[in-house]
């Protein structure tokens, strides 16, 4: 546990300088809030979406991330590094959780923690202050106790797992899942159902509450609302066959270490069959024109490239899913059913239910993923055809060096969009600066005085308005009463992307692409500075 902790810092603090990108300024606004307003987390006004809005109109998370994000900014300040180093808190949480549970599962539990932290999904949600990390850190918990509370008829466990349940779903809706979930796992184990259940009303109470709370408070309970706001938006068909590719992409691309492992974990026939599926899967993608919302390049040597990449990854979903159902198949019991629904469900809920497939929806999986990996291993062992646990070393190490890569584009990414709001805001100091574009630019834009365009304000002449290109809720603005003046072009000093809509990377929404990263391709970002010559509103 002592080296897996301190390889989890180390592999986390060289990005704690990360500037805030994504969502993060929606965690961090929240956060301000509560500081001055501690009873009412999102009564306030931000504009996300071309106006101001009510911060409870416009977020579809719960508050408990933001009300950590203010303790921790109490102590540390806000600040980058402060509120990151905080949030390697929740990362370690994950990581031994792993460690425990891996240990009640399996046997391997140092690889099977190691596996969990050193995947892209991992490493990457773990250098921001979303409420990702933080949620499968009471997941992972809430599962551990509830595990052990059944298998050892412990009502201190069990208590423990339902007060987890309800600190996990308001941190993350999804943590509701954990209900079913664990009703399941205890129906399988004891065969009938039994007093474990009467400790499920805590986190159907809570939660109760907290749907009636924010029905007084907001006019809409916040819980069905994120619900319905998912099942509302617009967008390809959810049960196209570009969704279920694209859903197993982000699996395959989350956990990209399992393709390493296959190497350890399967014998020569079952490679075999891997690379007929991976042919099959690249001819399949070829004779698409697009996937999801991303059009497939003309240009063959592109399109190849493009195409290489997501079949490897969906390779790597089904791997997953195949890898659970095999656990299931050999295994018969509570704990492997339990392990197939975790994924399973995971998969079905960020493909098909959520507004968009992401990978921060993916890392929930990643732990029982992890263990699926060492509960294969010893499946080999019993059978003779492995004698230890070294041969996973290198697929390890292998994962962690496309994870750190990975990280390492979401960071230059983050840090580049901190830059160009200082030197645009800088250039421009001599007007009012508007802009669009959202996400952490948002963030440092307004940080240096700058203003989000709003519909329903006004403009002047002798104004400027600067749009980034590689990023959101954009709109072309009007040639009758702006002038373009000038396109600065910024290259990316990286050799992968995690938002970039020319390679498909979509980390944050399959809205950009098909895949969680990519390699980046050899486009620089622009930022485009408008002067306004005509008043308008």
Same mark, same amino acid.
């Given at each position: ?13 060289? @990005? ?12 961090? =606004? ?21 106006? $101001? ?20 900014? &109490?102590?540390?300040? =806000? ?41 892209? #999904?991992?490493? #990457? ?15 992972? @918990? ?117 393709? @390493? ?65 095999? $656990?299931?198949?050999? /295994? ?40 699926? #990996? ?16 070294? /041969? ?21 990414? &983050? ?15 001599? /007007? ?48 009758? =009463?702006? /002038? ?45 500075? @408008? ?7």
């Amino acid at each position: 546990m002592l080296i897996v902790s301190v390889i989890t810092v180390l592999s986390l603090l060289p @990005f704690s300088n990360k500037a805030f990108y994504a969502d993060d300024p929606l965690f961090v =606004w929240a956060g301000k809030h509560i500081q001055t307003e501690p009873m009412n987390p999102y009564n306030f006004k931000v504009n996300w979406y071309g106006t $101001d809005m009510m911060m409870s109109d416009v977020t579809k998370n719960p508050p408990i991330a933001c009300y950590y994000i203010a303790g921790a900014a &109490a102590i540390m300040g =806000w600040n980058e590094p402060g509120l990151h180093i905080a949030f390697m808190l929740p990362a370690l949480l994950v990581v031994g959780g792993t460690f425990l549970l891996a240990r009640h599962l399996c046997k391997g539990s140092m690889a099977a923690a190691l596996v969990t932290l050193l995947s892209p #999904v991992f490493l #990457v949600s773990a250098t921001t202050v979303m409420c990702d990390v933080l949620m499968v850190a009471a997941w992972i @918990f809430a599962i551990y106790f509830w595990i052990r509370g059944v298998d050892e008829n412990s009502h201190l466990y069990l208590l423990s797992s339902a007060l987890l349940m309800p600190i996990c779903a308001l941190t993350k809706y999804f943590g509701m899942a954990l209900v079913p979930l664990l009703i399941v796992y205890a129906v399988t184990a004891r065969r009938s159902a039994g007093w474990w259940l009467v400790y499920l009303i805590i986190p159907v109470a809570v939660l109760y509450w907290y749907q009636v709370t924010t029905q007084a408070a907001y006019g809409r309970g916040l819980l069905m609302d994120a619900a319905s706001y998912a099942q509302a938006v617009p967008g390809s068909n959810r049960w196209s066959l570009s969704k279920v590719i694209t859903g197993f992409s982000f699996t395959g691309g989350c956990a990209l270490g399992i393709i @390493f492992f296959g190497f350890a974990l399967l014998d020569r026939w079952k490679m075999v069959y891997a690379a007929l599926g991976l042919l099959v899967l690249v001819i399949v993608l070829w004779l698409m024109n697009t996937v999801g919302l991303l059009r497939l390049p003309d240009d063959s040597s592109m399109r190849f490239e493009t195409v290489f990449q997501i079949a490897l990854m969906t390779l790597a979903g089904l791997g997953i899913i195949v890898l659970a159902v095999y $656990d299931v198949w050999r /295994h018969r019991n509570a704990a492997s059913l339990l392990l197939l629904l975790w994924v399973l469900g995971t998969y079905v809920f960020a493909t098909f239910v959520n507004w968009s497939v992401n990978a921060r929806s993916m890392l929930p999986m990643m732990p029982a993923v992890a263990i699926l #990996v060492l509960r294969r291993t010893e499946a080999l062992r019993s059978d003779g055809r492995a004698r230890s646990l070294n /041969h996973l070393l290198i697929p390890i190490i292998l994962s962690a060096a496309v994870a750190f890569l990975v990280t390492r584009a979401d960071f230059v990414q &983050a840090q580049r969009d901190r830059q160009e709001a200082a030197q645009l805001c800088s250039s421009n100091s001599g /007007h009012t600066v508007w802009f669009q574009g959202h996400w952490g630019f948002q963030y440092y834009m307004e940080a240096y005085g700058a203003k989000p365009i709003d519909k329903r304000k006004p403009v002047a002449v002798g104004d400027v308005m600067i749009i980034p290109l590689n990023n959101t809720n954009l709109a072309q603005p009007s040639p009758e =009463w702006t /002038h373009l003046r000038d396109v600065q072009k910024v290259e990316v000093e990286s050799t992968m992307a995690t938002m970039q809509k020319s390679s498909g990377a979509a980390f944050y929404t399959d809205v950009w692409g098909p895949m969680p990263f990519a390699l980046r391709t050899a486009i620089p970002d622009e930022f485009a500075v @408008f002067d306004i010559y005509y008043g308008v509103k």
